[in-house]
């Protein structure tokens, strides 16, 4: 008899996230358990490595897979180590989902888009900074309707929409003592709402609108008001999702595309943790599920 398949999730055993996959897991017969980047360990000995977690010393390597569901704050010390313990397990044989290089470039908004622009993909005119004055300059360049994002962050957490140049400036310079790095983004005009699609291994598995719901409002982000309304998006979507997620190189991927009031498609982002929640709510697929799946190579079609 098989021994049973392993799956270790970075993510908080509380979560609601880590709760669905965990009940995903046990009708799929699949093991899971909770880590935590704090709790994870890495040695050298010659011509050995070993990789432990802080759960009863359990040896890394004898996992199936490894999913990444968050990368908390940390110090830049903390982050480089948790990417090289990311990598080295990669190199061990160890499945690491998303994989290390693809997380790097996902968790960078600028980078990854730069990357798609490069290959000719539809992307907001975008441009970062840590120069106050430069962000001004670039802030009328685009056209004086912007959205200041962090260039690391999720779920719309702290974006600004800015449409007045006093405003602008006092928000750069503000960012600028702050250290931080100004990331602005052309605003689209659009018609309320835009999508998130969920990509893993090369397949669109659940799709859905996110709609505002308040007039006046820009941030169509669930965690920060939007709503979720079921969407069949149309056949050019899904091959700009598909197409976007191998030109990075991300197997599982929120994509976040908007249409201009043109009905012209733009990627504004992507997500290489994305939450599932309401998309699996609206959409009707279990998308815990679909990443188990994946994450193992079960084929439960049979």
Not at 34 to 39: K, M, P
Not at 49 to 70: K, N, P
Not at 238 to 253: E, G, H, K
């Amino acid at each position: 008899m098989s021994p049973p398949l392993k799956v270790a999730v970075l993510a908080g055993e509380s979560t609601w996230h880590y709760r669905d996959l965990e009940r995903a897991a046990h009708e799929l017969g699949i093991e899971i358990c909770s880590l935590e980047f704090t709790r994870l360990s890495q040695s050298l000995k010659p011509n050995h490595e070993s990789f432990t977690s802080g759960i009863e010393g359990v040896d890394l390597r004898q996992i199936h897979a490894l999913i990444v569901r968050a990368m908390p704050r940390g110090s830049l010390e903390q982050v480089v180590h948790r990417m090289d313990l990311l990598a080295r397990l990669e190199a061990q044989g160890v499945r690491i989902l998303n994989p290390p290089r693809a997380i790097e470039c996902a968790v960078d908004k600028y980078l990854s888009l730069a990357r798609l622009a490069a290959r000719g993909f539809p992307v907001p005119q975008t441009c970062s900074t840590e120069c106050a004055k430069i962000a001004l300059e670039q802030f009328q360049q685009i056209g004086g309707d912007v959205i200041v994002k962090p260039l690391f962050g999720s779920e719309g957490e702290g974006l600004i929409r800015l449409t007045e140049t006093q405003l602008a400036l006092r928000t750069f310079r503000s960012l600028e003592n702050l250290n931080s790095v100004i990331y602005q983004q052309e605003f689209i005009q659009n018609s309320g709402w835009d999508s998130r699609l969920f990509v893993i291994g090369g397949r669109v598995v659940a799709s859905m609108k996110r709609c505002l719901v308040e007039e006046g409002a820009f941030k169509t982000n669930i965690s920060q008001g939007g709503k979720g309304e079921r969407w069949d998006p149309p056949q050019e979507v899904i091959d700009l999702a598909l197409a976007a997620s191998d030109c990075l190189q991300i197997p599982i991927a929120g994509i976040d595309v908007i249409p201009d009031l043109n009905g012209k498609y733009h990627i504004l982002e992507l997500n290489s943790a994305p939450g599932w929640k309401v998309l699996s709510q609206v959409s009707g697929v279990d998308i815990a599920k679909e990443l188990l799946t994946y994450a193992t190579k079960i084929d439960h079609s049979t």
